[in-house]
DNA sequence: GCTAATCATTGGCGAAACACAAACGATTTA
DNA sequence: TAAATCGTTTGTGTTTCGCCAATGATTAGC
């Protein structure tokens, strides 16, 4: 209504969004379970997509989950066939990972299962363009995550 | 740019709402953890605080927990005095619970120490109006969540 | 060439989330 | 008074997950 003065939102969305992924989170352990992928495999999955390939340093990174832990969670990946890793051709240390064909195709399938579910969670109380709206929020909170660089 | 005509949204928030809710939650542990408090019990603190006090059962149903866990839960915030448990003057059988006042004020500490972490997280990537919107489409989607009234 | 640093991997430890079964205690009903 | 009901409690077990240490392979520095 009036003008706001602050500089500083007055609302904080931490609790909300806990509460909120959670909900949708269980559901989708549901769902994905009989295409053998739980959410994290998810999360892997749609950034290596969209990254086209990375090192298994950098998906830590971006995932923020400790190398050991990305460790295990593309040998689930890989031993589904659903990505591959290859030696970097610059540093033989360094895996290169990337999506496989049958990698996509299962998570296209896992996005179709898991409409359903955002559908019966969101589907009820925010309309399209709200949706789509939220999408691009969150698109744009982490897709503008500060990569920081290793510049040593 | 052009009118959608499509009447399903196109794109899905699970995958981001999980990565970034993660993301958030794991900093605010670390915050939280000198007010001997989880991500966890700040969800359940906000509901109480907003709902004004409820049965454990109606808790249990709103944070989709299961009772066994809602009651550890409430026991470690009663045994620091953040929640207090009445019996119900309808059904002596059931007990209310209810924010104490320590409950309001850590409740308020720990919102402000979770700001820095959301401000850290969100602040380089949205601006005050997007938080806000951001903030008042998750509030939409978890407070318009159906509540099945148990009518038998 | 030799040593140190880097990357992926493995195994183990501990904490936490969570579901489930069973018991308990108070209260209501027959 | 006995039985049934309801919420709560206790306890157990599984799974997830982050962290630490050690290993092997590779690269980089001296």
Chains 1, 2 share one sequence.
Do not use: W
Not at 54 to 62: E, F, H, N, V, Y
Not at 117 to 143: F, H, I, P
Request: proline share 3%; aromatic share 2%; charged share 30%.
């Amino acid at each position: 209504m009036e003008l706001p003065v602050v500089n500083q939102p007055v609302h904080r969305s931490g609790v909300l969004l806990d509460h909120l992924s959670r909900r949708i989170r269980t559901r989708s352990e549901s769902v994905l379970a009989p295409l053998g992928l739980r959410p994290r495999h998810l999360v892997a999955l749609t950034v290596l997509r969209e990254s086209g390939g990375t090192t298994q340093q950098a998906l830590s990174a971006t995932l923020e989950i400790d190398g050991t832990n990305v460790v295990s969670l593309l040998n689930d990946l890989e031993k589904d066939g659903l990505v591959e890793r290859r030696r970097s051709p610059e540093d033989r240390r360094r895996h290169i990972v990337e999506l496989t064909q049958a990698g996509v195709e299962r998570l296209a399938k896992a996005e179709f299962a898991l409409a359903a579910v955002e559908d019966e969670v969101l589907g009820s109380v925010l309309d399209e363009a709200q949706r789509e709206l939220l999408y691009s929020l969150l698109k744009q909170a982490t897709v503008g995550q500060k990569v920081v660089c290793t510049n040593d």
